[in-house]
């Protein structure tokens, strides 16, 4: 594969992973948006999701925190109420492109419970669209249930080889891939039980990427933290937390990958930011580490805006907020 050019990879590696900076999860497919504001009485129209981006991609100054955004099919075609595409108005602010090109969950055929992501089919024309309105990197998420069955070896080395293939196409097109393999909150394990999982999900992934000869120096890691479940009796603290993703991490991520970022997965806003800000306490690491979280920076924000032109301004104040403590977490400083 030595058509693909590494130092163009590696530069939008080093732009996406800079000290202090995220990259913001803003991908979150229709259903998945819908949902969100289906709980705030928000309209579920494609002019209310257009708005409620423009609040967060247009925020002034949020250049300050994040290096990159993560955009869902329908949001890298928008533009601002000025008619100003999106992509134009990040590129400004120096915010790198990014899109989400998997196609979401689909049931693992003769596993109960256990899923696969779809989106392999025809994915090179649409990495190579996306490329042409601005996107620098991609995003595919897997995901794994921890239970007493799951998750499987066989939808480990199944979802492993999808996100494999998705990382070549990418890099083939000079896109970095965000490879998110997700090991889900939900569940009453303890921390053992998901620092097991992790590991086996971590390293079945990397079996992959090295058969398939991906450049892990061309690639980001987008992975979940290491947590008691969320119905856990006794869940383990921040500290903990630090410790054994850490731990994790150093063990199954071979140090020449681009950068490890992680999602929040469900955690509240404040629980997400003081796990990473104890995982940051732990550097320097092989790699550098960055949050790219959703719901942990997105969620006070759109509660207070709720759809109302009047709350723009709050709701802002209520995101960066948000992004100033990760950009501190991102140091080990809150
Ligand atoms: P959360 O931070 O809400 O988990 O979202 C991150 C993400 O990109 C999920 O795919």
């Given at each position: ?20 900076k ?6 979150e497919?229709?259903k998945s948006?819908n949902a969100?504001?289906?709980s705030l009485?928000?309209p579920?129209?494609e002019?209310?999701?257009?708005r409620w ?8 100054g949020m250049?300050?925190y ?8 329908e949001?890298?075609r928008q533009?601002?109420?000025?008619g100003k595409?999106?992509t134009e ?9 990014g899109i ?8 693992y055929?003769?596993?109960t419970?256990?899923?696969?992501t779809?989106?392999?089919?025809g994915?090179?024309?649409?990495v190579?669209?996306y ?8 995003k ?6 921890i239970?007493e069955?799951t998750?499987?070896d066989?939808?480990?080395?199944e ?7 998705y990382?070549?196409?990418?890099q083939?097109?000079d ?8 090991v889900?909150?939900?569940?009453t394990h ?5 620092k097991?999982?992790t ?6 992934l ?5 058969k398939?000869h ?9 992975t979940s933290?290491v947590?008691?479940g969320k ?5 383990a ?15 199954c991520?071979?140090?020449e ?7 929040s997965?469900?955690?509240?806003p ?10 940051a306490k732990?550097?320097?690491l092989p790699?550098k580490?960055?949050?790219s ?7 006070d ?9 009047s709350?723009?301004?709050l ?10 403590n990760?950009s501190?977490a ?5």
């Open positions: 594969m030595d058509h693909i050019e590494i130092e163009k990879l590696k530069s939008t590696v080093s732009k996406m992973m800079i000290d202090g995220g990259v913001l999860a803003a991908d497919s229709t948006c969100r504001f289906q009485g928000i579920e129209t002019e209310e999701r257009r981006r423009e609040l967060l991609l247009c925020a002034p250049e300050e994040v290096s990159g955004v993560i955009l869902y099919d949001t890298i533009s601002d109420s000025d595409l999106f108005i990040l590129k400004e602010k120096g915010v790198l492109i989400k090109v998997d196609e979401g969950l689909q049931d055929i003769g596993h419970g256990e899923t696969v779809m989106g392999l089919n994915l090179p024309a649409r190579q669209e490329k042409s309105l601005g996107a620098t990197f991609a595919w998420r897997a995901a794994f249930k239970s069955f998750p499987t066989d939808a480990i080395r979802n492993a080889e999808l996100l494999a293939r990382a070549v196409i990418c083939e097109h896109i970095v891939p965000m490879v998110e393999p997700e889900l909150l939900d569940g303890d921390i053992e039980k998901a097991e999982v590991t086996k999900v971590l390293k079945g990397f079996e992959s990427l090295a398939h991906v450049h892990l120096d061309g690639l980001i890691l987008k933290m947590l008691s119905d856990s009796e006794n869940r603290d921040a500290k903990t937390v630090g410790e054994y993703t850490v731990n994790v991490l150093k063990e991520v071979p140090a990958v681009g950068g490890v970022v992680f999602l997965g469900g955690q509240t404040d629980e997400a930011t003081e796990n990473f800000n104890e995982i732990h550097e320097p790699w580490i960055a949050f979280f959703s719901r942990a920076i997105q969620n924000a759109l509660a207070t805006w709720a759809g109302k032109s709350n723009i301004d709701a802002r104040e209520a995101y960066m907020e948000r992004l100033k990760n501190l991102d140091k080990g400083l809150l």
